[in-house]
């Protein structure tokens, strides 16, 4: 168990329609990072936040937005879904906000658009 | 951007050596990473090498050559509980990159 909880663990949804993700980082960590993994896929970079502060951001959908709260959890919003959106999301956090090569993933949240 | 290539899948058996390779084009370079992926499961940090040569945390090691863009992953004395996915991951610009990913599969 990495400390970080995310939430809820499975989602089941209908294209068109819009959902929130939520994480928990571990206690203390400042950093929290959200990656997508469709399946046999790598682990895409989607954004990160540093105590709630957008830091770096990836292949992002426009669609797609997330943000940090004052207690240091995230969410991430998706909307206007697509059957391609059907996928693994994680979370991630770090103490740090630079450049950070070891990331504690939470459970993962599955997503399965319908 | 960055690009890193690795070996998708790699068949061994209980006791046996196994050598992931990783090579990576990336604009800015802050350390190769090697991360563990139980099916399903999230994935979770094994080893990281900023600097050239091996690291070695128990039955696994890792290598990394900065002038080749060059790393390896070496899992020893190989347990069925190694049967996963094994990423690496390059650091550059706040973020990390992922490979595809290595499928380990050890047979009895």
């Known amino acids: 168990d990495s400390g970080v909880t995310q939430t809820p663990k499975h989602l089941i949804t209908a294209t068109g329609q819009r959902v929130t993700l939520r994480c928990s980082p571990r206690s203390g960590d400042l950093s929290v990072y959200w990656y997508q993994q469709s399946l046999d896929q790598g682990l895409q970079f989607l954004i990160q936040?540093?105590?709630?502060?957008?830091?770096a951001k990836g292949n992002i959908l426009e669609r797609f937005s997330a943000q940090q709260f004052p207690d240091l959890h995230s969410e991430l919003n998706l909307s206007s879904l697509e059957l391609g959106d059907s996928a693994l999301y994680f979370c991630a956090s770090s103490p740090a906000g630079g450049m950070v090569n070891e990331q504690f993933f939470g459970p993962g949240t599955r997503l399965t658009v319908l | 951007g960055q690009s890193l290539e690795q070996p998708s899948e790699v068949t061994a058996v209980e006791g046996a050596i196994v050598q992931i390779n990783c090579t990576y084009q990336t604009s800015g370079f802050y350390g190769l990473s090697w991360y563990q992926q139980h099916d399903g499961g999230a994935p979770t940090f094994l080893s990281y090498?900023?600097?050239?040569g091996l690291e070695e945390t128990g039955r696994f090691s890792s290598f990394l050559s900065r002038s080749d863009s060059y790393g390896y992953l070496l899992l020893q004395e190989l347990q069925m509980k190694d049967s996963a996915s094994y990423f690496c991951a390059v650091g550059s610009d706040y973020k990390l990159s992922f490979g595809a990913g290595t499928t380990v599969t050890v047979r009895a």
């Open positions: 936040y540093y105590n709630g502060e957008e830091r």
């Open positions: 090498n900023a600097l050239d």
